[in-house]
């Protein structure tokens, strides 16, 4: 098995910010969640390779620029909030069609809809 050189995380997404922040300053991110979607190897050609983490931004997020601190909230939508964790569950269980998997669960939780309500309405 060849030699793993780099491991690289690549995020994406995004947070509506309440404030205009000066593009010519660094930004300190202080807190976000990011959810890795995809891990791939990359061939660097000389017996080694980079492993690549994919990430989304799936949390509101705290920034610092200067001494001024900015939260943002996460701009994803619940939909795709909710599709992202059934194929994260998919991936754990090991299935091997997550669109499958995703169209199974979604037709469950439609169904048990009622019940789930129910019994997470107080809480």
């Known amino acids: 098995?060849?030699?793993?050189?780099?491991?690289?995380?690549?995020i994406a997404g995004g947070a509506y910010l309440g404030n205009e922040i000066?593009?010519?300053k660094t930004l300190k991110v202080k807190s976000a969640d990011i959810d890795i979607y995809e891990v791939s190897e990359r061939d660097n050609n000389d017996g080694t390779f980079n492993k690549i983490y994919k990430g989304k931004i799936t949390s509101?997020?705290?920034i610092e620029q200067g001494?001024?601190?900015i939260r943002g909230t996460d701009k994803t939508k619940k939909s795709v909030k909710?599709?992202?964790?059934?194929?994260?569950?998919?991936?754990?269980?090991?299935?091997e069609d997550?669109?499958?998997?995703?169209?199974?669960v979604m037709e469950k939780i439609i169904?048990?809809?009622?019940?789930?309500?129910?019994?997470?309405q107080d809480k």
């Open 98 to 104: 997550r669109e499958f998997f995703y169209k199974t």
């Open 22 to 24: 000066d593009p010519s």
């Open 111 to 120: 169904f048990f809809l009622p019940e789930i309500w129910s019994e997470y």
């Open 67 to 69: 001494d001024k601190v």
């Open 82 to 95: 909710l599709r992202f964790a059934i194929q994260c569950l998919a991936d754990e269980l090991g299935e």
């Open 1 to 10: 098995m060849a030699n793993i050189n780099e491991h690289i995380l690549k």
């Open 60 to 62: 509101a997020v705290e």
